[in-house]
């Protein structure tokens, strides 16, 4: 009987995707091969999408140690705004955080000119979500309908034996552009198919941050009545207070940026909740407490603290997750289904 298939799924949470790079790269040493060799479907959101993006990617394919080092030498450019744009912004109120452009430069130098319909070795799936539908996208349904989740798939939906559709074929880095487009941070993703059909996306953490049930859906269709292994990988839980003395006041704009990390945690939960109980010992979620005020070695869970400091702490919780005799014991079971 063939074994299962193996399913990776990648969480978001902005510069927090260094902690998930890390607990990466002890599953692709015990691997002994890419990931995008290891795994039958991986997906992504947000920044996880970007991690997805690149170990599926199928020109010299990122290793997640290369993704670890991205976020350590380059996340200081991602989340960086001139003092200009800091005066004319109103400190991110009446515009976005950050300009988009040093990302959509660094997801140039990391992608390149790859597309969805390039990968041969795995499946990848990111989500994101329309604020304008593509028109291969609208169905005879709901013809007028404008904005929908949106889910970049490197298969055709209709047969996976056949090519994907240039209306659904996007470049790599598109789709991680899509998948990141944070509301309040970056400006919401204008792209492009292959066919030239436009679309403008948002972040997929509206959608499913934690896109694991939804890629444990695609793999039912794509290889049905089999057995299904999931890796969840984390970018650390929230355990930070918001104090109501902070919070009773803050009205529309002051939950503009703490809402979303709110939704985020708790859709990722809610997920985790799900799988441990369909899939009973073969769901594999590693993820670890960012820390509390007060504690030394907390991480802060900003989406956009790019700090070395943060990421050295964010890069040492991995380290404590990794050093536990659980999930030394979880990476064991997980070795042993990826050889």
């Known amino acids: 009987m063939d074994g299962p298939i193996k399913i990776l799924a990648i969480d978001g949470g902005g510069i927090r995707g260094v902690l998930a790079a890390r607990i990466l790269m002890e599953i692709e040493t015990l691997a002994h091969k890419p990931l995008g060799r290891a795994f039958d479907l991986i997906a992504g959101t947000s920044t996880g999408g970007i991690i997805a993006c690149g170990l599926a990617k199928p020109t010299a394919p990122m290793s997640a140690e290369s993704l670890r080092d991205l976020y350590v030498k380059r996340g200081e450019e991602i989340f960086h705004r001139s003092l200009w744009r800091v005066a004319t912004s109103g400190a991110g109120i009446v515009d976005e955080r950050y300009p988009a452009e040093p990302l959509e430069a660094i997801l140039m130098d990391a992608l390149g000119n790859d597309k969805l319909s390039d990968i041969k070795g795995t499946r990848l799936l990111a989500t994101s979500y329309a604020i304008e539908l593509p028109p291969a996208a609208k169905t005879s349904a709901a013809p007028q309908s404008t904005r929908a989740p949106y889910f970049f798939k490197s298969w055709n939906v209709d047969d996976p034996n056949k090519p994907l559709p240039p209306a659904w074929d996007y470049f790599l880095r598109d789709v991680a552009r899509a998948t990141s487009a944070a509301p309040t941070y970056f400006p919401p993703a204008l792209i492009q198919s292959v066919a030239g059909e436009r679309g403008a ?64 945690d708790g859709s990722c939960d809610t997920v985790s909740y799900e799988l441990n109980r369909i899939l009973q010992g073969k769901y594999f979620r590693f993820d670890i407490s960012l820390g509390v005020r007060g504690d030394p070695k907390a991480a802060f869970d900003d989406l956009d603290n790019a700090s070395q400091e943060n990421i050295a702490l964010l890069l040492g919780r991995a380290e404590m997750l990794l050093g536990k005799p659980e999930t030394i014991e979880q990476l064991r079971q997980v070795a042993e289904y990826l050889g």
């Open 201 to 264: 996306m948002i972040d997929g953490a509206v959608v499913a941050n934690n896109p694991a049930m939804c890629a444990l859906a695609e793999a039912m269709r794509l290889w049905p009545r089999r057995d299904y292994m999931v890796v969840s990988v984390g970018t650390g839980e929230l355990e930070r207070d918001i104090p109501y003395l902070e919070a009773k006041d803050w009205g529309l704009l002051g939950w503009a940026r703490p809402i979303l990390s709110v939704l985020m």
